[in-house]
């Protein structure tokens, strides 16, 4: 089935509403780019005021262009756009391009306008893009359906980059500077307004589109959850990177976001969430943006983390060795049996890794391929990076260069190879035919390599596992908040393992349940009225015999009612006490986009000072909960410190998963969850107190 | 007086020791080079087998050149290096340059040859570079002492910067990307093997040389910490900003820098301290190390971290303000008035800050000088950044661009301002001259303008201030190991706060003790035999009753003798008790390279799970320690959480500051000192334990 932007990207015919005869006007630009281009498709200039336009016959209306046109380029004033719009639905067009402002970024006027073209868009079917952005351009088409400069800053033939941008300054920025870079593109769609399509439908497109490979994205909120999920899904599925820049990160950042566009920001940990389950790149500057493109578009991903680092200085090999720990790669040392060869060869290299070959590989280039050859054959590297500074571009040395990394690569056609050297276009050319991406900074030749690396897990991993269902007695989502005991019953519910424990209403009861969990108990007041219960002595902690508990429950009871003389008191929880372990806490917040996100974090000040915490959009499988605990700061806790036995990790994993699955499962009931603490111990894990609130509830 | 690198660095004379008549070659390639730069000094190429070199007369040997030669290039094979050397001193000749390779980086017979190296530089006072360097170069007095081909990546005009570099190779790598980035550099140095002349020196040379404004050094290790500081401290009391690339920071880099280099390593933490206690900014990639020389050649340090952000576009603004953040500038908002004065002039604009002209501003430009304008008087930032795209390339808008900004600069010389913006050098140039340096990326502008602010700190703040010297009474370091009370007594003697405690030999003499004490005490037992004591139940918390004290002594002795028969028991000491108050490290390491460094931390996991630890270089004032204290990740738990009272911070900078002196004052006595934990209260801090070790003890 043909994608629903396929006539907006890929037009067969384009009509120019708001035509002008001047080639560097707003309505002119797109009719001269496509001209110059080749463009093969059919241009229909609309403008009453001309029989022709550049050369081309100009028509009144679009009423009086044939029908069915693939898009129609909306370049008049505001005030008689929205009637345009009508007119070309009315007639038929499948896609518009909006470039007219003055709509939901200008005033509450201009967003009722912007309301009525989203109900053109979803009445008609027409799709539409903007209003208030850049336009579109599809190089290999030589459809310029822009007004952008950035056209201007093309420097190499299309190639398999995507790029969509909400914003159309940004937009152009990044193409100039991807240019710049060799990063050869060919879609680029800005999407401004986003009254219809917006940016995740345009990752959805670049996902089913055979001629895109990599997409580059960048926006500063998104509004339609499924649909961004459903295209990081499918381009994943397609094992196609998205690299992704999302603003709005700080405080600061995000002020500056909501003044910015009428769009939603979402909390920035929700957004690591997402791109982290769907395997997203996510960059933090235009020139890591641009630089993890480049280096994606060759294509090759390597299969694990295994780096072999090869260079001509040793400090530079010590700085990408550095990089690698950074970036976690994996600087593993070579075979001893090849390093003492490699010593035969080159007598005062350093061998273990990084190899240096040291200036005696400028004397004899062969050396250096005799040396990046023994090391492929006989080691087991997922990638390697060849550090060779000013030597290919040097006059005395430069032939040598590409013989030898072309008998390499004829050798061993699918190694994950990059080069750090410096040189001119001329230079770095016949190594990029070699399918060898070339760099200038050593580390940030790591850096690439590494974002590589990641892509490469991402897509042998592929889909995320599934999360099980609730189980069969799983109890319904509270109508208003409850802490506690209720609470925990409810965890206990969904598979979630929760304190030993039971509500009594008299002493005797409270002995009898110290009886049955058999040791040491922690007795605390249930009371809805008393929510900071050691703040009244409403805990006892380790009560172990008859007249402990017995007198316990009568002291409690008392506490309380001296406490709060008209709390209602539910009774006394007596609970097993719990000792060891490693305090967790695990939390639900609901997104206003994408719904409920599960927090897992380590207590105390892991959480308090630090916030080491991290999230994910529920529900996730038991997989995706082990990648959540490997990415805190304090991980090692869980591997025991000071001699303690290391934490039963699989039952964290599994209380998380099954939490995600009850977020989920009450998506539009639960506003929050809390389980502060939930102690991992080495075998098993316990919730020990936890609070639930359902939405709409303003207690 | 002048320099003693004077010789070396500016010679008037020249002798080539192995000169070439071809110019391609090592001996000839200085030749060559100073002829073409019409080097206005003498030039005595000395080869016995040619009349004449490059059509200059030649010598048959360094006795046949006159006397007292500013400098000599060694370009002769290694075995006879040495007596070429001694040959050169015997002369008179003031320094040398050797490119001999063949030395301590080869065999033990070559770091034999070069001890002589360095006994003839000091025997003869004649300062030796090298061996195995590529050598140095001054652009601007066309001295060319190098046969590396780094010269050859000449773009620009000499300007403000040196460049030295122990590694030849990556000495020549920066030189070529610096260029390709429009830094202007003027010295370049390679040290190679250091037999006289190290990094550090040739860092002296710069402070003191005002050709130089900027230093940008690179090294793998250093091993005169004496000559470091000196240097480092030149340069900043010269406000010449000092970027310094270390190799070598994690385990995977260091190996490969111990591989590579005769030199020492030394602890990577120890060098974090140098640099921040002298004001170095540690550049991590190429790519920064020559961006922030860039910035710093400009010669404008902000004087606070008030930063003032304009954009053409929204999306990059946020770009801009997550960046500050990051990099801990301040993004002030705009004055209330200001921005509505603002809103008047750019209706849709956004004003708060960062400042968004929109599009409007490429329609009408001067709109934009009137928004900077207003910007830099009505509001009191320290620094500037505008982002503007591709505008001032575009034919369209260049023009006005340059007049905008060159109205600006007359108006406001001193504003600190930088611009982040896309296009070729004939673009950038008119605004380098206006002192407005220029970047593409907008997230590394902030990352420039940040390092200048750091500068601007490092330079207003000056010399530190300096600690108090030791009280009077202060003890002589141990001559073994002592722990906890004998330890304490040292503390307290040096002005580090201790628990109010007594050792005691008796119940009695436990009780007269608590009862001076007038509270709770704790009890532990002493000796030297028993150093963990909580193992065999050796103390006891909490005691507060003439009975429990009594008791506890005889409690404390029984388990002693229990646990270890032979244990040598000194006594019980009797300890106030402190509750409350936030639990901190601190400790004294001794660097083989540069002596004793103090490292501060917070307690429990913040040590052992996160290794937040930080450290300085012994002696130190209260200032720098606060700085220390302010730069740990988990500060804030020194500030109060859970509603804890904020900790007494000038206590704690007081004990680390006077811990600082006395392991200085002790550098050579002392191995390691520990005060775990050192508890800091809302009033005053107090060490409860400690442990100090002498140098030369195995146990």
């Known amino acids: 089935m043909t994608h629903q932007l396929e006539p907006m990207l890929r037009p067969k015919s384009v009509a120019i509403i708001g035509a002008s005869n001047t080639p560097s006007r707003i309505g002119g630009r797109p009719i001269n780019a496509m001209k110059n281009a080749g463009y093969k498709g059919e241009i229909y200039p609309v403008n009453p005021n001309y029989e022709t336009i550049q050369d081309l016959p100009a028509f009144a209306s679009i009423q009086d262009v044939p029908k069915g046109v693939d898009c129609a380029i909306i370049a008049v004033a505001a005030k008689v756009a929205v009637q345009t719009l009508r007119d070309c639905a009315d007639q038929g067009v499948k896609s518009a391009v909006m470039f007219t402002s003055g709509f939901a970024e200008q005033s509450d006027e201009g967003a009722r306008a912007q309301r009525e073209i989203t109900g053109i868009a979803k009445e008609s079917g027409m799709k539409i893009i903007g209003p208030n952005c850049l336009g579109v351009f599809n190089i290999s088409a030589g459809w310029y359906g822009t007004f952008s400069n950035a056209p201007g800053a093309l420097l190499h033939p299309p190639g398999s980059i995507g790029i969509v941008s909400q914003s159309g300054a940004y937009g152009a920025h990044v193409f100039a500077v991807s240019q710049l870079r060799g990063v050869r593109s060919n879609y680029w769609v800005t999407t401004g307004n986003e009254s219809d399509v917006d940016v995740a439908e345009v990752i959805e497109y670049y ?36 690299i992704f820049m999302k603003v709005g990160k700080t405080d600061a950042g995000a002020a500056a976001a909501a003044s910015h566009t009428a769009s939603l920001a979402g909390a920035d ?125 040097s006059p005395f040395t430069r032939d040598a260069c590409r013989e030898i990394f072309a008998n390499i690569r004829k050798k ?46 991402v897509f042998s991993r592929g889909r995320p596992d599934k999360p099980s269902a609730l189980p069969k007695g ?104 719990v000792s060891g372990g490693v305090e967790t806490v695990m939390g639900v917040v609901c997104d206003p986009v994408f719904g409920p996100a599960v927090m897992f974090g380590l207590g105390g000040v892991f959480v308090e000072v630090l916030k080491d915490v991290t999230f994910r959009l529920a529900p996730f499988g038991v997989d995706e909960a082990h990648r959540m605990i490997n990415e805190i700061q304090g991980r090692a806790m869980l591997d025991g410190v000071r001699g303690a036995p290391p934490s039963d990790l699989n039952a964290l994993a599994e209380a998380l998963s099954k939490l995600s699955v009850y977020a989920a499962e009450n998506a539009d009931k639960i506003e929050t969850i809390d389980v502060n603490p939930f102690i991992v111990l080495p075998e098993g894990a316990v919730a020990v107190d936890a609070l639930i609130v359902p939405k709409g509830d303003a207690s």
């Open 207 to 242: 996902a089913q589109n055979p001629e895109v490979k990599v997409v580059l994205a960048y926006a500063e909120g998104m509004k339609d959850a499924d649909r961004v999920c459903r295209a990081l899904e499918m381009a994943r599925d397609a094992e196609k990177p998205v």
């Open 269 to 393: 940990a929700v957004y690591d969430a997402l791109f982290k389950q769907y395997g997203v790149y996510r960059a933090e500057t235009t020139e890591e943006f641009v630089d993890i493109a480049y280096a994606c578009q060759f294509g090759n991903y390597p299969k694990g983390r295994k780096i072999d680092l090869q260079t001509i200085s040793g400090g530079v090999g010590v700085q990408m060795a550095d990089a690698s720990v950074k970036y976690g790669l994996d600087v593993a040392p070579l075979p001893k049996a090849t390093q003492k060869k490699l010593k035969e060869l080159i007598p005062f290299a350093g061998v273990n890794n990084p190899v240096d070959f040291t200036a005696q590989a400028l004397n004899d280039p062969k050396l250096m391929e005799a040396n990046i050859e023994m090391t492929i054959e006989e080691a087991d590297f997922d990638s390697h990076i060849v550090y060779l500074a000013g030597v290919p571009a």
């Open 412 to 457: 061993y056609p699918d190694e994950v190879m990059m080069m750090s050297l410096i040189g001119p276009q001329d230079i770095v050319e016949p190594f990029e035919k070699m399918n060898i991406p070339c760099f200038e900074d050593p580390s940030l030749t790591v850096r690439a390599m590494a974002a590589l690396t990641y892509f490469g897990e």
């Open 474 to 577: 799983a109890l319904p989502a509270p109508v208003e908040p409850i802490a506690e005991h209720e609470a925990k019953k409810v965890l206990n519910s969904i598979g979630v393992p929760v304190t030993r424990e039971e509500l009594v209403q008299s002493a005797e009861e409270a002995v009898k349940v110290w009886q049955k969990i058999g040791g040491a108990v922690v007795m605390k007041i249930a009371s809805p009225d008393i929510l900071h219960k050691t703040e009244i002595g409403g805990v006892l902690l380790k009560l172990n015999s008859e007249k402990e508990v017995a007198e316990g429950y009568a002291t409690l009871i008392d506490r309380a009612k001296k406490a709060k003389p008209n709390a209602k008191i539910d009774g006394v929880i007596v609970a097993e006490m």
